[in-house]
């Protein structure tokens, strides 16, 4: 790989803004499971397996499904995070396998919060 | 819209909202207004159909946006009354959504996240860490090159030294001046080192930043390499951290791969490297000369200051250490300036700090919050109080170095000034939460055994210190306390205090102190009454059943592992004292209260009155 530069990163920046944006990359949903040590010990794994799985048995191609660190609530893990387009995201707590396939089928698929599991929607304040 | 009114109305002159009244309400408000006399300041305004006919006549009011349907005549004294002249919004005449809205709450209405804000954990949860374009996405690496192209070493220090940043470690000195000193010291050899090697029970912040952001840590390196002149980096991580060290390495890897480390870094002529050095786990290695003598190979044992490592760390070359939250604090600092960083925060305890929010809350998570916020807030806002309903006792701040805050001081802001004012320390940011089942001797009791286990057994008032003040302690908790023995505490804690090498002897007392200092009356209760009032001390504790209380529900029975529990339904019941190992089962099971702790001598007394009792029966019958 060559070496960045100053105006590399500036690109860098613009082509993976659309994993943050969805809109620009052409997807509709982002779905992050949150895979700290917190997360994968509760067994955020297993979430993680299911949720590719559904992805795979519905062949889906228009979804982003990411891992990323601890979401902060620790006591409340395994979590996942669910952007739809134009909407704000929704932190699902407390999952497991079966919740995984439920969300995905009523949330991402039918664009319905699935209220019973869902923690919270928003965004933190980063400053 | 016209200017010059400072409200403008678009009532809908539709043929529907006409049909359902719109000329009389608009009449109405005519009238209305001119009798308020805000004709001038009002614009009254008839559209075309807006298209929502079904809920006519309706009307918004601009600049606000808001939405009035079904209005009627009658409605509008008390609109123009409220809305126009109070400028309080009617609710009740407001449009309302038709179909059941989420119950889902949003964050701006949960004190766990509106009452933090993120800055070092800013990533967190929403790049992949192990793809270092996600990190360039967010505004990653731009510091790197800002400094490496456009900044001098003193600019960057200048920066950091305004910001007021302070290290995030535990000791709270400042990162400006630390790097300052080393930027004067002149050699060809410096190094940039990371202390990741979080020791205190109960804390995850590190270990949560190099996870989650990775990158972050490495970007607050080359700006700190930059600012003293280094050319090489390590982390020192603990092996107890595979994930975190993992994905450090891979993230080293791709920034190595992309050029941001290694030779001529971003065209800039800067040469930086890191490698990961994973340490053993020695709570001791937290200590920098101790750190730096296990990054030599050698066993990990502080040495004496000065020199500093500013003037000679890592094999006797100008060094210098910050721990990863400081490091993630870098990077915005100098994409925003210091200005920014102290929009939050006090004067002197600038920005904001992440804790390991953990034991006896509702919510255990990782929190950053801006300094200043008072200890209240946190514990109950954000941890969401007190688990099970149990009443709160004490917060403990700084792990084995720092010590525990009562309830009437949890007003104190959190800031390096006002908590050392108490006894603790801020530390590195855990926060344990202790509930009123816990006993204030034992808490002190667990943390001198970890320091007494962690002491690396160089210098003998932390070495044998220690051992004492852990001694004495068991002693107390086991019934064998004496008269004298708070003093006799204090006396050698000022002592481990004064004579010690390094800050884990320095450091290791403040738990004895701070409970002595607000607990006194449960040092007390141990030694001259030989009760342990929460019950967790066995030899000086003895769980009875208060007949008048008991309702004989038969919940303790059930829970009891001894079987020492007996009655009869509805009746009183009672503990076989000779059974009894006071596991506390029964005391938690207990919804009524009915189950209380005694004095240890009690246990005595009631099994000799529990044999005349068997006898007298004995003799009956």
Redesign the interface.
């Known amino acids: 790989m060559p070496k960045l530069t100053v105006d590399d990163l500036k690109k860098i920046k613009e082509e993976y803004k659309s994993t943050f944006t969805l809109r620009e990359g052409g997807y509709r949903a982002k779905i992050t499971v949150h895979m700290g040590t917190c997360g994968i010990a509760a067994g955020a794994r297993e979430v993680m397996n299911a949720l590719m799985d559904e992805m795979a048995k519905e062949n889906i191609k228009d979804v982003i499904v990411t891992n990323s660190g601890c979401a902060g609530f620790c006591s409340r893990e395994p979590m996942a995070t669910v952007e739809m387009l134009n909407h704000a995201p929704v932190k699902y707590q407390l999952l497991n396998p079966e919740k995984i396939r439920r969300i995905f089928k009523e949330h991402v698929q039918g664009g319905k919060v699935v209220d019973e599991f869902a923690l919270v929607a928003g965004s933190e304040t980063s400053y | 819209m016209e200017t010059g009114y400072r409200v403008n109305l678009m009532i809908c002159g539709g043929t529907g909202c006409i049909a359902s009244g719109s000329l009389k309400v608009k009449h109405a408000l005519q009238e209305e207004l001119a009798k308020r006399g805000l004709e001038k300041e009002v614009n009254l305004v008839l559209t075309g159909c807006n298209g929502f006919c079904a809920q006519g006549p309706i009307m918004t009011v601009y600049p606000e946006g808001i939405f009035y349907e079904k209005l009627k005549p009658e409605d509008i004294p008390v609109l123009v009354e409220e809305h126009f002249l109070k400028g309080r919004p009617v609710e009740r005449l407001m449009y309302k959504e038709p179909e059941k809205k989420?119950?889902?709450?949003?964050?701006?209405d949960?004190p766990?996240?509106?009452l933090?804000?993120?800055?070092a954990?800013?990533n967190?949860?929403?790049?992949?860490?192990?793809k270092i374009?996600?990190y360039?996405?967010?505004?990653g690496?731009?510091a790197a090159?800002k400094v490496l192209?456009e900044m001098t070493p003193e600019q960057i220090i200048k920066e950091v030294k305004e910001s007021g940043l302070r290290g995030r470690g535990g000791a709270g000195f400042p990162t400006g001046l630390k790097w300052e000193l080393c930027n004067r010291v002149p050699g060809e050899l410096k190094y940039i080192l990371c202390n990741g090697d979080e020791g205190d029970p109960g804390a995850?912040m590190d270990?949560?930043v190099m996870?989650?952001?990775p990158h972050v840590v490495l970007e607050g390196m080359i700006i700190g390499a930059k600012a003293i002149g280094a050319s090489k980096g390590y982390i020192y991580v603990r092996a107890e951290?595979p994930?975190a060290v993992q994905r450090l390495q891979l993230a080293i890897d791709q920034a190595r791969?992309?050029?941001?480390l290694g030779e001529?870094i971003?065209?800039s002529g800067f040469n930086l490297d890191i490698e990961i050095y994973q340490g053993a786990g020695a709570f001791v290695c937290g200590e920098e000369t101790a750190l730096m003598r296990s990054l030599e190979g050698k066993r990990g044992m502080p040495i004496p200051r000065p020199p500093f490592p500013a003037v000679q760390g890592l094999w006797k070359k100008p060094t210098v250490l910050n721990n990863v939250e400081t490091y993630a604090n870098i990077p915005p600092l100098i994409l925003h300036g210091a200005q920014w960083f102290r929009s939050?925060g006090t004067e002197k305890s600038t920005g904001t700090k992440v804790f390991a929010l953990t034991g006896a809350v509702?919510?255990?998570?990782?929190?950053e919050v801006p300094m200043g916020i008072p200890l209240r807030k946190v514990i109950y806002d954000i941890g969401g109080g007190i688990r099970k309903g149990k009443k709160f006792k004490a917060v403990q701040l700084g792990g084995p170095s720092g010590g525990c805050i009562p309830e009437n001081l949890l007003d104190t802001p959190v800031t390096y000034e006002d908590i050392v004012q108490t006894g603790a320390i801020v530390g590195s940011g855990g926060m344990v939460v202790i509930d009123d089942s816990n006993c204030m001797v034992s808490v002190a009791k667990f943390f001198l055994e970890f320091t007494t286990d962690e002491s690396c057994g160089k210098c003998p008032p932390c070495r044998i210190g220690t051992k004492v003040l852990h001694d004495k302690l068991v002693d107390i908790t086991e019934g064998r306390g004496q008269p004298g023995d708070i003093e006799l505490l204090q006396d050698l804690c000022g002592d481990v205090i004064n004579c010690s090498l390094c800050g884990l002897g320095q450091t290791a007392p403040n738990p004895i102190l701070s409970t002595i200092r607000y607990f006194r009356d449960e040092y007390e209760s141990h030694i001259h009454d030989k009760w342990c009032k929460a019950g967790v001390c066995r030899t000086l504790t003895t769980f009875y059943v208060d007949p008048e209380t008991c309702k004989g529900c038969g919940a303790c029975a059930r829970v009891c592992p001894q079987k020492a529990i007996s009655g009869e339904r509805k009746k009183p019941h009672e503990i076989n004292q000779e059974l009894c190992v006071k596991c506390r089962s029964c005391y938690e099971t207990c919804k009524f209260g009915a189950l209380k702790i005694g004095p240890g001598r009690l246990r005595g007394e009631l099994i000799a009155r529990a044999r005349e009792k068997e006898l007298k029966g004995v003799e009956q019958a």
Do not use: C, H
């Open positions: 989420s119950t889902l709450p949003v964050m701006k949960i766990f996240f509106n933090q804000v993120l800055r954990l800013r967190k949860g929403l790049v992949d860490p192990e374009e996600e360039i996405a967010r505004d690496y731009q090159a192209l995850f270990r949560s996870e989650a952001d951290y994930l791969a992309y050029g941001l001529n971003l065209g939050l509702n919510n255990i998570g990782l929190i």
